[in-house]
């Protein structure tokens, strides 16, 4: 299977735990993409890398959230101390931008995340 | 006023059944648009893209209007298979925004 892929996909944890989610993206994609889905919603952009250079977070990602993508290739998302809050899908994605025309966006399968 | 907004329906529409849902966006930059599907407990796959000059796949059809800053997406001859949440996307080259998502079910 070549598509994106996310490890673990279920992730209960107590809070104040301490959780890392590891996302693999097609091969050939320099564009990855964290989100977070709650029930109800649509996803929420987090962050993105191009290679390996963290180019935006958004203000929804606290101090308690980092995410790194160090050679380009998979990336990790940690959450420090959890909060119950935190419970939600975290979706991640990769595309390969063509000049000048529309970016497509594929997703992986996500990590459902449950704090206690 | 959120970037992106779709009614979340739910839209219960019988088989066979033409169904359309629209989505406004509020940035006039925003350049990319899309309609992505997502079922239940998995994740969204890009139904199509939306291009200025109006796109249609088989019995799918997206069009966009730039002027009053909404994307629609018409489908036509329901199928059971239909069933889903149809996520709304605009936003730049680079960073997108997602609607919350318009609820479908083809009742049989």
């Known amino acids: 299977d070549t598509g994106v892929s996310q490890d673990p996909r279920h992730k209960i944890t107590k809070r104040g735990q301490n959780v890392t989610f590891r996302c693999d993206p097609i091969?050939?994609?320099?564009?990855l993409y964290w989100y977070r889905q709650t029930l109800g919603q649509g996803p929420e952009f987090l962050t993105y890398?191009?290679?390996?250079?963290?180019?935006?977070k958004s203000r929804l990602l606290s101090d308690r959230f980092s995410a790194e993508r160090p050679k380009g290739s998979f990336s990790t998302l940690e959450i420090q101390r959890t909060e119950q809050g935190d419970s939600a899908m975290y979706l991640c994605?990769?595309?390969?931008?063509?000049?000048?025309?529309?970016?497509?966006?594929?997703f992986g399968p996500g990590t459902r995340l449950l704090v206690l | 006023r959120k970037e992106v907004e779709q009614d979340p329906g739910p839209f219960n529409v019988p088989e066979g059944a033409t169904v359309a849902f629209n989505c406004t966006y509020s940035n006039s930059a925003s350049q990319s648009f899309f309609w992505y599907r997502q079922d239940c407990r998995k994740e969204p796959k890009l139904l199509m893209s939306v291009y200025s000059s109006g796109n249609e796949d088989g019995r799918f059809t997206a069009q966009l209007n730039r002027a009053s800053q909404y994307i629609s997406l018409l489908i036509r001859d329901s199928k059971l298979s239909d069933s889903a949440t149809y996520l709304c996307?605009?936003?730049?080259?680079?960073?997108?925004?997602f609607g919350t998502g318009t609820k479908l079910q083809v009742i049989p």
């Open positions: 994605a990769s595309s390969f931008p063509p000049s000048g025309a529309q970016e497509t966006q594929y």
């Open positions: 091969s050939e994609h320099n564009r």
């Open positions: 996307v605009g936003g730049g080259y680079q960073k997108v925004t």
């Open positions: 890398f191009q290679n390996e250079a963290q180019l935006e």
